[in-house]
């Protein structure tokens, strides 16, 4: 597939499993990601299609996704995630069922762990 480019085995990869650039700079300060089993909804630019996926890591800068269907590194996409709404981001990488989006702007990932709060009448 043209612009597939999966992540390198043994964690040297530039692309973390988040989405976001792995790469640091010396003293830099580890990024904090979050493992989970989120559903998100994830439309990709210029398609009114949405598709429900399972977010499996989740920090400030990016997510990693199961994700089957195609796409390419660089596509632009909207991910609503609960807790948080939606944001925009684009293709880091996909490989094997999951897919790595880098967002645009920097979210609170402890958003998308609170709890849903249901009211009912009564």
């Known amino acids: 597939m043209e612009g597939f480019f999966p992540p390198k085995a043994g964690g040297d990869s530039l ?4 989405g976001t650039n792995g790469a640091q700079g010396a003293g830099a300060a580890p990024r ?3 493992s989970l089993f989120l559903l998100a909804r994830l439309v990709f630019a210029g398609s009114d299609e949405s598709r429900d ?3 499996r890591n ?4 990016g997510l990693m996704a199961e994700y089957d269907g ?3 590194i660089g596509d632009a996409v909207t991910v609503t995630l609960r807790g948080i709404g939606e944001v925009e981001g684009k293709v880091a990488w996909a490989a094997e069922g999951r897919i790595g989006i880098a967002l645009d702007s920097q979210i609170d ?3 998308a ?3 849903v709060v249901v009211r009912t009448r009564g």
């Open 58 to 61: 989740l920090s400030a800068g």
């Open 32 to 34: 904090s990601r979050d």
């Open 113 to 115: 762990r609170k709890p």
């Open 53 to 55: 996926v399972r977010v």
């Open 109 to 111: 990932p402890k958003k």
């Open 15 to 18: 692309a973390g499993d988040d």
């Open 70 to 72: 195609r796409c390419a």
